[in-house]
């Protein structure tokens, strides 16, 4: 079965890390953009960030610029995003996805799904004040 399943979610206070995990399974990471997004309550979905195919070119919503980081470990299939001081604004269920492109637009990125793009689950983030 082709998918993406994310983990390492969690609850944290304000302040702390965690590092989430997307294991791909059935096929191989390395030549997809991979994106991370999330979605708070009544929220729409939003792009966090996104690593190129090749792993040389990264890219970060403004919101989490120097506080985030995404890399990929081909050998393990993974890409992670490494998250830290973290904000109670962080709170959301976090999903990752391999999308058609990724670019930026001054100050924020741009990531484009397929209409029909089926999400995993998703790992939920909660951060407390």
């Known amino acids: 079965q082709v998918r993406l399943q994310e983990s390492g979610g969690g609850l944290v206070q304000v302040g702390g890390s965690l590092r989430l995990a997307c294991i791909a399974s059935?096929?191989?990471?390395?030549?997809?953009?991979i994106a991370w997004f999330r979605q708070a309550p009544g929220k729409e979905r939003e792009a966090v960030s996104c690593i190129s195919s090749r792993a040389d070119s990264t890219y970060y919503e403004d919101s989490v610029k120097g506080r985030f980081t995404i890399s990929k470990d081909n050998a393990k299939n993974t890409v992670y995003l490494q998250m830290n001081s973290l904000r109670p604004e962080d709170t959301a269920q976090y999903y990752c996805?391999?999308?058609?492109?990724?670019?930026?637009?001054?100050?924020?990125?741009?990531?484009?799904?397929?209409?029909?793009?089926?999400w995993g689950r998703g790992t939920q983030v909660t951060v407390s004040s």
């Open positions: 996805a391999t999308p058609i492109t990724c670019r930026t637009r001054g100050s924020h990125i741009v990531v484009e799904t397929t209409p029909d793009y089926d």
């Open positions: 059935g096929f191989t990471l390395e030549p997809y953009i």
